[in-house]
């Protein structure tokens, strides 16, 4: 096996060992997502009205609505959260160790990423299944069919949370960034709401969701699992990442300094 | 690929860096070479410029003033090669509390491309030789502070490297344990021809046949064999005497 695989197969490892060893995240992983499903759902599903709108054929439920943005929002945090404990690491020195590995910076830091998103997707999938025990029942095609439009959108949030531990240098700016990125990034997507839901209050709301790459993650996964392939969706998120990708690359390159301390 | 014009394939050489953080000097031409086998001790107050230095060694940042070759491999130009050869001591902690020992070094052992039985074969030496063997299917967090900081300087072991960098490597350690991690890593330069690179504001840790590197202010002040430098003083006054009074964090034994 080659270095780099090698060095990909430990670093997921390691991310998932850690993961195995935080038996409270995955417990919040699971419980943030469901207390939505179960609390806030049951409460909006007799105020919000919703027509049939693709990939839908039926009227559906409020609950089947927003189990994709429950995906979407797992995805988001766990991107987050990794990204938050690499900022933690860089004050700890692990990922200044990760960083001394003789092999291609941004390959390091794309397998932290795979690493991170897998842990995601395993949280989706459990997600998932409490759902279906709830009577939110997919087909077995559009589980499978869900995978890849998770891990797109898992990478791309991932890139994202990576590019900002890059620009970020303390842990108290992060809690800042947490409070301006995932929240507005959450309610400001189709995550609770269509589109057109949104724009009968504001033409100007609707048009930033629409430019928001996490509606473009959620409709990705909304469409997947229905076996569905959302064109437009699936683009904006493969942009999305690239972005991130290029913009994190940028932050973690040595040249660049944004690794930077004072010291 | 070597860089032949490196006099001292196996060793550390530093020539010429500087670094600035905006418009702070951190490092000013600093310039040092450490010979195959030596134990070189860079010894400088808190805030000499230590951390931005491992920093550059390192290749967390890099810098366009000077040039750093590990065992021969111009860090700027071949960084693969060079940090394939170097292995690291953090001064922060950075093992995996929740894996146990042989996990870390495994860890470790993969993103230096070794696994299987080669790796575990690597690791058990690596233990052996930090005589911490007995202890590998122990989680991190049963350790103390020293067997941890073993630890680590036995997963810096792991890839065989030729030169070996300490950042204050005994920072929050109790006497015992400090003199052990000295005593060890001394060993290492001498029976197995390690090229070490200690950092540290303690001159209790440094003996008169180590070469000594004084870091003041972002300058090498002075280099050379540790005995000969300070002549009949304490290390302790020739080194506060060559960087003044202004360094009090330097007295061993002073207020942590």
Redesign the interface.
């Known amino acids: 096996?080659?270095?780099h695989l090698?060095?990909l197969?430990?670093?997921v490892?390691?991310e998932a060992?850690?993961f195995v060893?935080q038996r409270e995240r995955f417990l919040a992983a699971l419980v943030r997502p469901l207390v939505w499903l179960v609390v806030f759902a049951a409460g909006f599903r007799a105020a919000l009205g919703l027509s049939i709108i693709p990939p839908y054929q039926t009227y559906i439920t409020y609950e089947t609505y927003i189990v994709p943005g429950l995906c979407g929002m797992i995805l988001l945090f766990n991107g987050m959260q990794s990204s938050l404990s690499l900022v933690y690491d860089r004050?700890?020195?692990?990922m200044?160790?990760?960083?001394?590995?003789?092999?291609?910076r941004g390959w390091l830091l794309f397998c932290k990423l795979l690493g991170s998103t897998a842990i995601g997707i395993l949280q989706v999938y459990a997600f998932l299944a409490v759902a279906f025990a709830f009577g939110i029942e997919m087909s077995a095609a559009g589980y499978v069919a869900a995978l890849p439009a998770l891990l797109l959108a898992g990478l791309m949030l991932g890139a994202l949370g990576l590019a900002i531990s890059s620009l970020v240098r303390q842990l108290e700016n992060f809690a800042g960034v947490m409070n301006f990125v995932i929240f507005p990034m959450f309610f400001l997507s189709t995550a609770l709401y269509p589109l057109w839901k949104m724009a009968e209050s504001s033409d100007l709301l609707r048009d930033i969701c629409a430019a928001n790459p996490f509606t473009h993650a959620v409709e990705l996964i909304r469409f997947a699992l229905y076996g569905q392939v959302n064109g437009m969706a699936f683009l904006w998120v493969l942009l999305s990442l690239a972005a991130f990708l290029a913009l994190a690359l940028w932050g973690y390159d040595?040249?660049r300094?944004m690794?930077?301390r004072?010291? | 690929m070597p860089d032949t014009a490196s006099h001292e394939p196996g060793g550390l050489a530093v020539r010429d860096v500087s670094f600035r953080?905006g418009s702070r000097t951190?490092l000013d031409g600093v310039g040092f070479e450490v010979a195959p086998g030596r134990f070189a001790a860079l010894l400088g107050p808190n805030g000499a410029g230590k951390?931005?230095l491992f920093?550059l060694l390192?290749?967390?940042?890099?810098t366009?003033d000077g040039r750093i070759l590990v065992a021969g491999h111009d860090l700027s130009r071949h960084?693969?090669?060079a940090?394939?050869r170097?292995g690291?001591v953090?001064?922060?902690?950075?093992?995996?509390l929740?894996?146990t020992i042989r996990?870390n070094l495994?860890?470790?052992a993969?993103?230096?491309?070794?696994?299987g039985r080669e790796a575990a074969l690597r690791i058990d030496a690596a233990l052996e030789r930090l005589a911490i063997a007995d202890r590998a299917g122990e989680k991190a967090r049963n350790l103390n502070g020293g067997h941890r900081r073993r630890t680590e300087i036995a997963r810096a072991l792991v890839h065989r490297p030729s030169v070996l960098l300490l950042d204050e490597p005994t920072v929050g350690l109790d006497a015992a344990a400090r003199a052990a991690i000295t005593d060890h890593v001394h060993r290492l330069a001498a029976e197995d021809g390690l090229t070490v690179l200690w950092a540290t504001h303690l001159t209790d840790e440094v003996t008169d046949g180590d070469r000594l590197v004084v870091l003041h202010r972002g300058r090498v002040l002075a280099d050379g064999e540790c005995g000969a430098l300070r002549g009949g003083r304490s290390l302790r006054d020739y080194f506060l005497a060559t960087t003044g009074a202004d360094a009090p964090e330097a007295v061993p034994g002073g207020p942590a």
């Open positions: 096996m080659s270095h090698v060095a197969r430990a670093i490892l390691r060992l850690r060893h004050e700890t020195g692990s200044r160790l990760l960083l001394t590995a003789p092999l291609p040595p040249a300094g690794v930077r004072k010291g | 953080y951190a951390s931005t920093s390192t290749r967390l940042f890099t366009r960084p693969r090669a940090l394939a170097m690291v953090f001064q922060s902690q950075t093992l995996d929740d894996l996990q495994s860890y470790f993969a993103l230096h491309g070794l696994s």
